[in-house]
């Protein structure tokens, strides 16, 4: 199960969006506006790997009702280097490993607050990391109407 992270996979006009988007979230991460660096984990998503993830129950769109699918939608996750996962792993009395990190000590509240200043959607509560284009839903609409 292949995850695509490459943004030249992404649809042309939102790629430029999510390029600003990570740009400005790298930079709070670098001035300290925040203290979490998000990183792109995944944009393409191939309908096999959509549909195993549907059956783990780690999302609830069924293949081709993804916007990953269509180049629309990218993952944003925290990264932590060794220092900072020491540092969550002290904080939070736990043991925190570097690499991708969902915890919900992260800044979630502030990559959402970014992707609507850069016009995208994070709406959906359960999927923080998930940021997708505007049109995402007229495209699914149109896909599906009758």
Known sequence: MKIFSDMSLLHPEFRRVVMRLHDDLIRAYHTKATQTRFEVFETYRDPIRQGELLSRGATKAAMFHSA???????????WLDATEAGQMAEALDEKVFP??????????????????FHGLNNSIAWDRAHVESKRWPAV???MFAD
């Open 68 to 78: 990953h699918q269509f180049g629309l939608a990218v993952d944003f996750v925290p």
């Open 99 to 116: 690499g991708w990190n969902w915890s919900s000590r992260n800044d979630w509240d502030f990559l959402r607050q970014k992707a609507v």
């Open 140 to 142: 699914k609409r149109a």
